[in-house]
């Protein structure tokens, strides 16, 4: 099993990012998928994640409004679309997945990939 995140970079306060995480190895029905995300110095904290159909959403606090998180089943990649950038929002940005429903907790989730950095400059 293999998920392979990309579309990180840098750019600036307000601007957008688009990530993608494709998952391969196995069928992913019944797979919810997410985003946690890693700063400096810090513990990996959840973002975002879908279920597998689609109908259940979780956001952070901190992006709700600005961050959303969507699926194509049909090419098995998770999407998280950024909006109005901040520094603080500066990290490493970890997709994951667990067989069933969304879960917070990161210790919940079982499958991780390689993580893309993302860096909001002020």
């Known amino acids: 099993v293999q998920l392979q995140a990309s579309g990180g970079g840098l750019v600036q306060a307000g601007g957008s990012l688009r990530l993608s995480c494709a998952a391969s190895?196995?069928?992913?029905?019944?797979?919810?998928m997410g985003w946690f995300r890693q700063a400096p110095g810090k513990e990996r904290e959840f973002v975002t994640a879908i279920d597998w159909r689609g109908t259940n959403t979780r956001t952070a606090d901190s992006v709700q409004g600005r961050f959303a998180v969507s699926r194509d089943n049909a090419k098995n990649t998770v999407y998280l679309q950024m909006n109005s950038l901040k520094p603080e929002d500066t990290a490493v940005y970890y997709c994951?997945?667990?067989?069933?429903?969304?879960?917070?907790?990161?210790?919940?989730?079982?499958?991780w990939g390689q993580g893309t950095q993302v860096t909001v400059s002020s």
């Open positions: 994951t997945t667990r067989y069933g429903g969304v879960q917070l907790r990161r210790e919940l989730w079982t499958t």
């Open positions: 190895g196995r069928s992913f029905v019944n797979y919810a």
